[in-house]
């Protein structure tokens, strides 16, 4: 009942204005309240069904009291009920009448009151609506939603089976597979029929983008998946992944596929300066009046990129963005970042749990996932930001701040050192933050609109740690920094980091709602590395799929007797420089040297610079723009010459890319572990304790992924020939070596 009158009843504007909402609890121990102030006669949750032609309609009604002959359907909320978005009253009313409507048939009431009653958790007090209605009116309402949604059913269920047919006799789009490509489909479809995780290891070239999505799209029918979520780190990668769904198209004209672009609300909004409703943004007016048909022009389509819902938002006017996020639930094929399943809040996930789905993800270059993991489990406060609010907040929030602040004062008070771990989070402080939350929550709900910048900001930082520290683990530290010497901290200048080290626990709950799962990248080794860092399922299976470039295509050369060693940096320009230059030399082109950061880059580039000035080179700088980058990399052409100068683990380490004599060569001048910090180094002690293996998992598994990847732009397609140089004495040891792609001939 409540997903039909969701589609079919929402009218009005569009407010995305932040209102505080209730938690579970607080819903549920208001629902309580409510209902336990009803008479004797008072029933609560009523199971209630309803037909019409070929639509079931089942729900609970929350409340029904015989003596007033009353239907309830109790809402709780924050705030002032004034300030609830019309669109939501909209949809009460159409589930209250629907149960009224349901109930009145099954009793052969003439007619029925019909409540909306709106519990203020924050008052404890109620607001009650309601209206008389005869039992026909109401049938005759029931029977026009119902016959709105059948419309939309026939449309869904023929779309369905047709898609399933067309997916059952779905031709690959080339005449024959890829090396590796075929092993690596096999293994996918299987993964997905088996409903299981799978990692796979394969090596740019043999087409992972095309070769996943295909056999899933196979798998669809047969495992009765809903959707496939196409996860990416990057921008590229979404690109890569619809690109394949345009190969796909292109030899299966007639398949009918929805496939959706989800793509960032900054990036996607048409109106940047303006707020998200209906008094402010004329794209948020009568948003949902106009949806329906918005919707079904979108479908229509099929292929829903940016562009295209741009163009449809455009014609319909409204919002590009709200109109993506109401389209996932209708599209077989979603493609967006890595967040929009995995973080705390994300939306893919909460549908997946809240409606059931079957859906089976593809994880694109999942070697990402570690960091991006972590950095979705981490929250952080600072001192000085903090105080700076509570100087400016409203009278009414001052007591609870300067509480926070004398909590977080006495915490932070006995710490010497700039930075140092703690065992467990200071209880007085925690519950310090938990009124603050909860009297800030209360205080928005009154006051929605003109609230300043650092108090909403601080709201959300202190929700993410707040709910983090409910959650907080082994997997994660806490530690307080001192952004300055203790003699000038003057009391509000320190960070307080939940810092998830370990984002399996969290992640894992996300591989669990789905059906099956594929994670793939070129740098996926050691497995059980990756397995034990993201929460696989035990025993997933690992496969490293056949490369399609042979060992003569790349010249790969250790440089051994180079240290790159923090104290022995400044010996190893010279010797760089000289490799480097005799490299251009016997063959001029274009070349990437990878070094280990910006000082090192620049001692490198003004030696190299001063002493072979004839040779063209540039140099990736500490603060480029989405632009400048562009253009770095636009600058590798087919007839171009020149060394470009980059730090490991940049923006261009992964993700681009230079075939054929675009690049030629690459000088890796670094093992590239992890800078060795305070941080890192409780991080080691940590993965020490958790998987005996500090070291490996902190700086050498890490540290080596990134020069695989970076050597990696080198050979794109099996036309390619080029040359690696990897530079530094612990290239000798065996363990490093080991981690390094078996295909590749060592020198």
Not at 478 to 491: H, M, P, S, V, W
């Amino acid at each position: 009942m409540r997903a039909m009158c969701d589609l079919v009843a929402r009218r009005g504007d569009l407010d995305q204005r932040f209102t505080p909402a209730p938690t579970a609890l607080e819903g549920m121990m208001g629902h309580t309240s409510v209902t336990s102030n009803r008479n004797a006669s008072y029933e609560t949750e009523i199971a209630l069904t309803g037909e019409y032609q070929n639509i079931f309609v089942r729900g609970r009604a929350d409340g029904y009291d015989p003596e007033l002959n009353q239907l309830e359907e109790i809402k709780t909320f924050k705030g002032l009920l004034e300030r609830m978005p019309e669109n939501h009253r909209f949809l009460h009313w159409a589930q209250a009448k629907v149960y009224a409507a349901l109930l009145s048939q099954e009793r052969e009431l003439r007619e029925i009151n019909t409540a909306l009653v709106y519990y203020n958790v924050s008052s404890k007090t109620e607001e009650p609506l309601s209206e008389l209605y005869t039992a026909e009116a109401l049938a005759a309402y029931f029977n026009a939603q119902c016959a709105q949604l059948r419309t939309w059913a026939d449309r869904e269920v023929a779309h369905r089976l047709r898609r399933n047919l067309q997916l059952t006799a779905l031709q690959f789009p080339h005449p024959t597979f890829r090396t590796g490509q075929r092993v690596l489909s096999e293994s996918v479809y299987k993964t997905a029929s088996l409903g299981k995780c799978l990692m796979a290891q394969a090596t740019t070239g043999i087409g992972k983008t095309l070769g996943t999505l295909f056999p899933l799209l196979k798998a669809m029918p047969e495992k009765k998946l809903d959707k496939i979520f196409f996860l990416t780190a990057k921008t590229s990668g979404r690109k890569l992944a619809l690109d394949a769904i345009h190969v796909i198209h292109a030899a299966n004209p007639d398949l009918s596929l929805r496939t959706l672009e989800l793509v960032a609300r900054e990036k996607a909004c048409e109106h940047p300066d303006k707020s998200c409703h209906g008094d402010s943004c004329p794209l948020a007016k009568g948003f949902y009046d106009r949806l329906p048909q918005a919707r079904i022009q979108a479908l229509e389509r099929g292929m829903m990129d940016r562009e295209a819902l741009a163009a449809v938002a455009r014609q319909h006017q409204i919002c590009p963005y709200y109109l993506a996020q109401d389209l996932v639930s209708w599209s077989d094929v979603v493609v967006g970042d890595y967040n929009y399943y995995f973080d705390l809040y994300a939306v893919l996930y909460a549908g997946t749990v809240m409606n059931e789905w079957r859906v089976s993800i593809l994880v694109d270059e999942a070697h990402n996932m570690i960091e991006r993991g972590r950095k979705m489990y981490s929250a952080e406060l600072d001192q000085q930001m903090f105080e700076a609010m509570r100087q400016e907040a409203p009278k009414s929030l001052k007591t609870p701040l300067e509480k926070l602040s004398q909590a977080w004062s006495s915490m932070v008070q006995p710490q010497v050192a700039p930075y140092e771990v703690y065992p467990a989070i200071e209880e007085d402080f925690e519950l310090s933050l938990q009124r603050v939350v909860t009297r800030i929550t209360d205080y928005l709900a009154l006051h929605p609109t003109d609230n300043a910048a650092s108090l909403l900001n601080f709201y959300f930082d202190a929700l993410q740690f707040v709910t983090l520290a409910d959650a907080f683990g082994p997997h994660s530290m806490f530690d307080i920094t001192l952004k300055e010497g203790r003699a000038n901290l003057l009391q509000a200048n320190t960070v307080l980091c939940i810092r998830n080290i370990v984002p399996a626990p969290f992640l894992k709950t996300r591989f669990d709602a789905a059906q099956s799962a594929t994670l793939f990248s070129a740098t996926l080794s050691p497995s059980h590395f990756y397995s034990d860092m993201l929460g696989l399922p035990d025993k997933t299976p690992f496969i490293d799929v056949p490369s399609p470039f042979s060992p003569e295509q790349l010249d790969v050369r250790l440089v051994t007797h180079i240290s790159t060693r923090y104290l022995r940096r400044r010996h190893s320009v010279m010797p760089i420089a000289q490799l480097m230059a005799k490299q251009y030399k016997a063959r001029p082109g274009n070349y990437l040297l990878f070094v280990s950061s910006f000082d090192y880059l620049q001692q490198v580039y003004e030696l190299f610079t001063e002493r072979y000035p004839d040779i063209p080179v540039r140099q990736q700088s500490r603060m480029m723009t989405e632009q400048d980058r562009e253009a770095f990399i636009n600058r590798f052409t087919e007839t171009s010459e020149g060394i470009a100068f980059a730090v490991l683990g940049g923006a261009f380490g992964e993700g681009i890319d230079l075939p054929g004599d675009r690049l030629v060569g690459a000088f890796v001048a670094t093992i590239g572990l992890p800078q060795i910090n305070e941080v890192n180094e409780q991080m080691r002690e940590r993965m020490e304790e958790i998987f005996g293996a500090g070291y490996e998992y902190t700086y050498l598994y890490p540290g080596l992924q990134k020069v695989v990847q970076a050597a990696g732009r080198v050979i794109r397609t099996r036309e390619d020939t080029g040359a690696i140089y990897l530079i530094d004495d612990r290239y000798s040891q065996a363990e490093v070596r080991a981690l390094l792609p078996t295909w590749w001939d060592i020198r």
